[in-house]
């Protein structure tokens, strides 16, 4: 579209990419900035000092409820999730590269997992295991719960793998006598790592911020962001803030170290 | 023959197993509760039409209904230009691969993040005492700080965008990537204007992604009751919300019926999208 466009437009339209980055970023920063607000400041502007006392009174148990024990529960939740999700989607991934009797209902099943309201799935979920006598826990009807969200995503990630997947290189490896386990260990599973990767990624981030599907689920020990919730409507203090760093700054390290780890791969790979 | 089906069986069996449980299975329940009766102690099992009576018959219920659309309609509005307007900045004004990518993913990521460190991030934005009343206050423009600023339907549709717009982004930059750019320089060598080729080009092309986008947006809005409850303050309602405060008044039964109802106007707004725009070539 070079001849037509006006250098003006482009500035205009980067500007507008530039605002929005700010509009999605802006309040997080806030926040960030904020967390190290003086003992004395309160939830806004202006900074009364700096300081990491709110950072301090964060792992003091009696503070703000029970943050270490929701943190070990959502970790370890998250661990579960990011194992199961990676398992039964890449399994799941390959039943689908052929049709199969059963494939078309399987798979509006899970989208519809994606789209039915988390508040449903959440009471749903809930009441089965009300009706059936089973108390719900966090790793028993939450971890099922979180699943109805990870499972679609990690499907979505391998079909966008394997619709750009060229069956040649199997035969190829067929050709060459490679038993039908060969053929998956030394060819498929080379190809779909990066991949898997990013579904370990989906799987642990969305399951550690999880909180609709979570909330009738997870019986009496909250996960971190129910007890995050809690704290909305009793905490009045940058400790909320403190929090809001700590969980995003973790979230970002996550992402990081995946990207990393991709671009590791795919470096070793040339 | 048989036995290429039975390994593919085998692989989607987990799959099959966790959705019939956790999704089929608490559906199942949800709609059999909904026929239950209950009292302020208690749920009985029974087969009455009360709780649907209840919720339909209720001027409550429709009010919150509208609402509810009400917001959908608007978020979507906003989302589909943002997330339109986004997507073309990425795809088409970003040329360098590695900057290309950087940015999208810098548009995606707080995906990943927690969306009520989100929500509540907001707080010194819009409070009264907030960022924007002082820099307002200070440039003169108002006298009194806004009250409207935050917990208001204001906060709840900025709250929504903030968190969504990214689930538009993906789905139409995904489509704009595979329009052959061929395409467009035939339409600027034929002597289309920008506005013509974004409407005639551009934006048939990207409707798959529209839809995806729009089917994401619609159903997040359409069952939300975090969102409504934090950013409005309890001064608004959404049908979310309204079974959530059934479920905490433990009227399970009226919450199932409420809950079926909402499943069935959700699906019939994904039905009715995916029957304007076939989706089926994006997937």
Not at chain 1, 186 to 202: E, M, N, R
Not at chain 1, 217 to 236: C, H, K, Q, R
Not at chain 2, 3 to 28: D, E, N, Y
């Given at each position: 579209m070079r001849g037509a466009r006006l250098p003006?437009?482009?500035?205009a339209l980067l500007a507008f990419l530039?605002?929005?980055?700010?509009?999605?970023?802006?309040?997080?920063?806030?926040?960030?900035?904020?967390?190290?607000?003086?003992?004395?400041?309160?939830?806004?502007?202006?900074?009364?000092?700096?300081?990491?006392?709110?950072?301090?009174?964060?792992?003091?148990?009696?503070?703000?409820?029970?943050?270490?024990?929701?943190?070990?529960?959502?970790?370890?939740?998250a661990i579960m999730?990011?194992?199961?999700?990676?398992?039964?989607?890449v399994t799941a991934g390959f039943a689908f590269r052929r049709r199969f009797p059963g494939s078309d209902l399987l798979f509006t099943l899970t989208v519809a997992s994606l789209v039915i309201p988390s508040i449903l799935v959440s009471l749903g979920i809930g009441l089965l295991f009300n009706q059936a006598g089973l108390d719900p826990t966090w790793y028993g009807s939450a971890f099922g719960a979180q699943l109805t969200w990870t499972l679609p995503f990690g499907l979505l990630i391998m079909f966008a793998v394997f619709n750009r997947f060229n069956p040649a290189w199997e035969e190829a490896a067929n050709d060459l006598g490679a038993s039908p386990w060969q053929r998956v260990r030394?060819?498929?599973?080379?190809?779909?790592?990066?991949?898997?990767?990013?579904?370990?990624?989906?799987g642990f981030t969305l399951s550690y911020d999880e909180f609709a599907r979570t909330l009738l689920?997870?019986?009496?020990?909250?996960?971190?962001?129910?007890?995050?919730?809690?704290?909305?409507?009793?905490?009045?203090t940058p400790v909320l803030y403190a929090l809001g760093t700590v969980t995003t700054l973790f979230s970002f390290l996550l992402i990081g170290l995946t990207l990393l780890a991709l671009r590791v791969i795919v470096r070793t790979r040339r | 023959?048989?036995?290429?089906?039975?390994?593919?069986?085998?692989?989607?069996?987990?799959?099959?197993?966790?959705?019939?449980?956790?999704?089929?299975?608490?559906?199942?329940?949800?709609?059999?509760?909904s026929f239950y009766d209950y009292d302020s102690v208690q749920v009985i099992p029974a087969f009455v039409l009360t709780n649907y009576q209840e919720a339909l018959g209720s001027a409550v219920t429709w009010r919150i209904y509208v609402n509810t659309l009400r917001?959908?309609?608007?978020?979507?509005?906003?989302?589909?230009?943002?997330?339109?307007?986004?997507?073309?900045?990425?795809?088409?004004?970003?040329r360098n691969r590695t900057a290309q990518t950087m940015l999208f993913l810098v548009c995606t990521v707080p995906f990943l993040t927690s969306n009520i460190i989100r929500m509540i991030s907001w707080i010194p934005f819009l409070g009264r005492e907030g960022l924007l009343n002082t820099a307002l206050q200070r440039a003169g423009l108002i006298d009194v700080p806004l009250e409207f600023l935050l917990f208001s339907d204001f906060a709840v549709i900025l709250a929504y965008v903030h968190l969504y717009t990214l689930f538009m982004i993906t789905p139409i930059f995904n489509a704009m990537m595979r329009i052959d750019r061929g395409l467009i320089e035939a339409a600027i060598d034929g002597g289309a204007r920008f506005r013509q080729v974004i409407s005639q080009v551009i934006l048939p092309l990207c409707k798959p992604g529209i839809a995806i986008g729009s089917i994401f947006v619609v159903t997040m809005v359409m069952g939300d009751f975090i969102t409504v409850r934090f950013m409005s303050g309890g001064q608004s309602a959404s049908v979310g919300l309204m079974i959530s405060n059934q479920i905490s008044l433990l009227q399970y039964p009226a919450a199932c019926a409420n809950a079926v109802i909402l499943l069935a106007v959700v699906l019939?707004?994904?039905?009715a999208i995916t029957r304007i725009i076939d989706i089926r070539k994006e997937l």
């Open positions: 003006w437009r482009r500035w530039g605002l929005f980055i700010l509009f999605l970023y802006g309040p997080t920063i806030t926040i960030l900035v904020l967390s190290f607000q003086g003992p004395d400041g309160g939830l806004t502007f202006p900074m009364n000092g700096v300081s990491v006392v709110w950072f301090e009174r964060l792992f003091e148990k009696q503070a703000v409820g029970d943050f270490a024990g929701s943190l070990t529960r959502s970790f370890s939740l999730v990011t194992l199961a999700t990676v398992l039964i989607a030394h060819v498929v599973l080379p190809i779909v790592t990066p991949s898997v990767i990013g579904i370990a990624l989906f689920t997870a019986g009496s020990d909250n996960t971190l962001p129910l007890e995050i919730f809690g704290m909305t409507t009793n905490v009045t | 023959m048989m036995s290429r089906h039975w390994s593919a069986w085998l692989q989607a069996t987990p799959l099959a197993c966790v959705l019939g449980v956790f999704l089929l299975l608490p559906m199942v329940v949800l709609v059999v509760v917001y959908t309609l608007i978020v979507w509005a906003i989302t589909v230009t943002l997330g339109f307007g986004v997507a073309y900045v990425l795809a088409f004004e970003i019939m707004m994904i039905a």
